[in-house]
Nanobody, 125 residues
Framework: QVQLVESGGGLVQAGGSLRLSCAAS????????MGWFRQAPGKEREFVVG????????YYRDSVKGRFTISRDVAKNTVYLQMNSLRPEDTAVYYC??????????????????WGQGTQVTVSS
């Protein structure tokens, strides 16, 4: 059984930082790409960033480039999302996800087979 567990969300003022973690278990994660998505109230889930597990390829949403950084610790089977210079529009539930097939990270939510439960990030102005 594949499990993804996010943590690290919270309330922060605009301009602040948070680091999200996604701990993975249930299978060998060294092959499959991971992604972070977010969903604000009343909006569709949207892509934030994706990473090939080897770390050789990353894709960022334009609005988070230069502010967010994805990384992974292979030994811990954990992916991180460092979020700096947070803005009120970054407020959302953040989800980590993993593709069930080998390949590059994808921006399409439908390409991911496994999802965490989500962690709330709230940025106050």
């Amino acid at each position: 059984q594949v499990q993804l567990v996010e943590s690290g969300g919270g309330l922060v003022q605009a301009g602040g930082s948070l680091r999200l973690s996604c701990a993975a278990s249930g299978r060998t994660f060294s092959t499959y790409p991971m992604g972070w998505f977010r969903q604000a109230p009343g909006k569709e889930r949207e892509f934030v960033v994706g990473i090939r597990w080897s770390g050789s390829m990353t894709y960022y949403r334009d609005s988070v480039k230069g502010r967010f950084t994805i990384s992974r610790d292979v030994a811990k089977n954990t992916v991180y999302l460092q979020m700096n210079s947070l803005r009120p529009e970054d407020t959302a539930v953040y989800y980590c996800a993993q593709r069930g097939s080998i390949g590059p990270p994808s921006r399409d939510v439908h390409d991911y087979d496994y999802w965490g439960q989500g962690t709330q990030v709230t940025v106050s102005s």
